[in-house]
């Protein structure tokens, strides 16, 4: 089992910036992403950003990309999203994501609790 942490989120200005931060702990190994999605109120839960193990590539979905960049360790199984020029339509549960390719070659993804950002316009 893998246990997701995040970390940092709260309130913000349009305009201005945020940092959120996920730590990962458990059976960390065999990592093939760690990302984040979000869910705005009232409707599905959305692709954000990933960073790929082992190269370390990043892809950034289409709504925030330019704004949001995501960055990792994988030796210290870690990611953060660094988010600027924030949109109230940014306003969403946000959730740590992780997969892990078992022995069997079965991808498995685990999900952190959310954490809340809101941005007030």
Do not use: H
């Not at 997701?4 to 910036?17: D, F, I, M, N």
């Not at 952190?112 to 941005?119: I, K, L, R």
């Amino acid at each position: 089992q893998v246990q997701l942490v995040e970390s940092g989120g709260g309130l913000a200005q349009a305009g201005g910036s945020l940092r959120i931060s996920c730590a990962a702990s458990g059976r960390t190994v065999n990592l093939v992403d760690m990302g984040w999605f979000r869910q705005p109120p009232g409707r599905e839960r959305e692709f954000v950003a990933q960073i790929n193990w082992p190269d370390g590539t990043t892809d950034t979905g289409d709504s925030v990309k330019g704004r949001f960049t995501i960055s990792g360790d994988s030796a210290k199984n870690t990611a953060s999203l660094q988010m600027n020029s924030l949109e109230a339509e940014d306003t969403a549960v946000y959730y740590c994501t992780l997969r892990t390719r078992e022995g069997t070659g079965y991808i498995r993804r685990y999900w952190g609790q959310g954490t809340q950002v809101t941005v007030s316009s």
